[in-house]
Nanobody, 122 residues
Framework: QVQLVESGGGLVQAGGSLRLSCASS????????MGWFRQAPGKERDFLAA????????YYADSVKGRFTISRDNAKNTVYLQMSSLKPEDTAVYYC???????????????WGQGTQVTVSS
């Protein structure tokens, strides 16, 4: 059973940066595609980014392309989301997820972390 634990969330001013981490245990981390999603209050969970097992290819939602960067370190069983030029509308709970294939569909991902809150003040 894969377990995922996010960290690195917090309060940041608009224009600032944060790096989220997601540590994996209990499975073969390098065997999964990893993704990041977010969910704001009253809204659906939205896809942000995904990275292939080897880290050679990445995928981004248009809303974060050029501002967010996904990366992974298979030796540390960790995936990262570097966020820059943050906006108040980026405020949400951020989740990492593990699945068999890169997808914008949250239903494809099998394992989820508990989420970490990111709040961007104006």
């Amino acid at each position: 059973q894969v377990q995922l634990v996010e960290s690195g969330g917090g309060l940041v001013q608009a224009g600032g940066s944060l790096r989220l981490s997601c540590a994996s245990s209990g499975g073969i981390f390098s065997g999964y595609v990893m993704g990041w999603f977010r969910q704001a209050p009253g809204k659906e969970r939205d896809f942000l980014a995904a990275i292939l097992r080897s880290g050679t290819s990445t995928y981004y939602a248009d809303s974060v392309k050029g501002r967010f960067t996904i990366s992974r370190d298979n030796a540390k069983n960790t995936v990262y989301l570097q966020m820059s030029s943050l906006k108040p509308e980026d405020t949400a709970v951020y989740y990492c997820a593990a699945g068999p294939t890169p997808s914008m569909d949250s239903g494809i991902y099998r394992y989820w972390g508990q989420g970490t809150q990111v709040t961007v003040s104006s």
